[in-house]
């Protein structure tokens, strides 16, 4: 649980930082297209809800199907990997690689190949959500226990009592934070391929924006972007409270009770 | 009925031998201790009799039947309890049954549970248990399983001096009750003294059975065989023995 005690201090500054900003624009007379004030920003969000609106729910809907997506492929991948020790060490090195080919350099491709509407979209986001995932969960389940999966051996279990009963439930924790990396990643990857075009969503309302420097909106859409990533890691969070009840870090022994 | 013959078995790791001509019988019901020195090869024998890894030569039997190469025919406590920590108690006694694939019974097990003191437990994660719990929770977790021959790999090595005689005489206790055959391994000459019907002492690397001893002591034995005199002089005859092998 995060105790009020430790949302004081991140809370002030960030108070402190808002100061500042509004201060310093006023101060130094800097025009509202170039950097609007906190204050003015806040403006934009209500006086501006009923616009900003009808962008939100399709990239909301845009990073729930791409992160579904994804997270199904990237635990696919990453089991079908570990199964299958000769896959792994053929596929995870290009697996690596691959991530060095930066998502937006593939946009216009995927634009080529699968025109404006819902599928490159999706692609992107799935491209995006699945690494996390696969590598998270390759991670946790290769480093079980040596010492339980001695006990599976010594008591007969088979590849797939192995896999259930000591694998998995293992790599769980691992899992999550890759759930938790790809959640953020998913709002991203929505805006992204919506700048590619799109009639509807947050990143047509950004582009909208930024091209007649309403910058003020700019920020808008960030804000609400920023929020959105926050609520997907939250609900992550909570998904990992009801399915890890245990400690993992006990494993290592570090705090034992004697 | 559970008797394990292992015969001449020899096992080395590359030109490294660490078995040599190892030959031992653990009868129906009995309580045999494999001392040894550290690194003599003990855990190597186990692992060769849990299947997980194949002797060189030789022969290993389980009530007459070849058992080289199969896993699954035993039931073992590592020397680490080795709990699954997503596991509650309960569940982690229950775990040798569903790997061996036999009907998972709950009552069995809680009320085994209630008798090594672990009741109220039941649903507790093992990182909020002692040592000395743990351990007990991964003999019990043996017990349950179906197998009816017990390997024990040094379960009480990493317990301090008074939670390990309580445990030593908790051990005793279930044994009387289950008679279920024991080979336990240690290199704690007391402890093996102490428990144990028969005692093998295996010689330092490579290892061959350097003697067989019987002791005489009555059941059940209670903390005041430790200090008798003829506990003390089986105690010298054996620290003598494990010396020349040394």
């Known amino acids: ?258 | 009925m559970s008797e394990l013959n292992v015969m001449d078995v020899r096992k080395s790791f590359g030109t490294n031998l660490i078995l040599d001509q190892v030959s031992l019988t653990v009868q129906d019901g009995e309580f045999v201790s494999l001392l040894g020195p550290s690194g003599s090869g003990k855990s190597t024998l186990f692992s060769l009799i849990g299947g997980v890894l194949v002797p060189d030569e030789g022969e290993i039997f389980l009530n007459g039947k070849n058992i080289i190469g199969q896993r699954g025919k035993i039931s073992y406590t590592p020397q680490a309890p080795a709990l699954f920590p997503w596991r509650t108690v309960l569940q982690n006694v229950l775990l040798g049954q569903e790997i061996a694939g036999v009907k998972v019974e709950k009552y069995p097990a809680l009320e085994m549970l209630e008798k090594a003191g672990l009741k109220g437990y039941e649903n507790h994660y093992p990182h909020e248990l002692s040592g000395g719990m743990k351990q007990r929770v991964s003999f019990v977790r043996s017990l349950l399983s179906p197998q009816s021959f017990i390997c024990l790999d040094e379960p009480f090595s990493a317990l301090d001096e008074f939670t390990r005689l309580e445990m030593q005489l908790w051990l005793q206790s279930l044994w009387l009750e289950n008679k279920k055959s024991i080979f336990f391994i240690t290199h704690n000459i007391e402890e093996a003294l102490f428990l144990s019907d028969r005692i093998i002492v295996l010689s330092k690397k490579p290892a061959t059975v350097k003697k067989e001893i019987y002791l005489p002591f009555s059941r059940p034995r209670n903390k005041n065989l430790l200090l008798s005199e003829e506990f003390l002089t089986w105690k010298r005859i054996i620290y003598k023995e494990l010396e020349f092998s040394l």
């Not at chain 1, 309302?205 to 939250?234: E, G, H, N, Q």
């Not at chain 1, 969070?237 to 400690?247: I, M, N, P, Q, T």
Request: aromatic share 12%; proline share 5%; glycine share 8%.
């Open chain 1, 1 to 258: 649980m995060i105790k009020m005690k430790n949302v004081w201090g991140p809370l002030l500054v960030l108070l402190l930082l808002l100061f500042s900003w509004e201060y310093a624009v006023q101060m130094f007379r800097i025009p509202e297209w170039l950097l609007p004030t906190p204050s003015g920003i806040f403006d934009e969000l209500i006086t501006g809800w009923s616009i900003v609106q009808g962008h939100i729910m399709p990239t909301v809907l845009l990073s729930i199907s791409g992160f579904f997506m994804g997270s199904v492929i990237g635990v696919l991948v990453a089991v079908f990997l570990h199964l299958i020790p000769f896959l792994r060490q053929a596929v995870y090195p290009l697996l690596i690689v691959s991530q060095n080919i930066p998502i937006i350099v593939l946009a216009p491709l995927l634009v080529i190949w699968f025109g404006f509407g819902y599928l490159p979209k999706l692609i992107v986001i799935t491209l995006v959500c699945f690494f996390p995932i696969t590598v998270a969960l390759m991670d946790g389940l290769r480093r079980t226990g040596s010492e339980l999966l001695h006990y599976m051996e010594m008591s007969g279990a088979t590849r797939k009592q192995i896999f259930l009963k000591l694998e998995w439930p293992h790599a769980l924790p691992s899992l999550f934070s890759g759930l938790k990396i790809s959640a953020t990643y998913s709002v991203m990857g929505a805006v992204i391929s919506e700048w590619l075009g799109a009639s509807k969503g947050l990143g047509v309302y950004m582009t909208l924006a930024s091209s007649s420097f309403k910058t003020d909106r700019v920020f808008v859409a960030i804000f609400i972007i920023v929020l959105l990533s926050l609520i997907f890691f939250l609900i992550i969070v909570l998904g990992e409270r009801l399915f890890v009840k245990w400690r993992p870090e006990e494993e290592k022994g570090k705090h034992e009770r004697t």
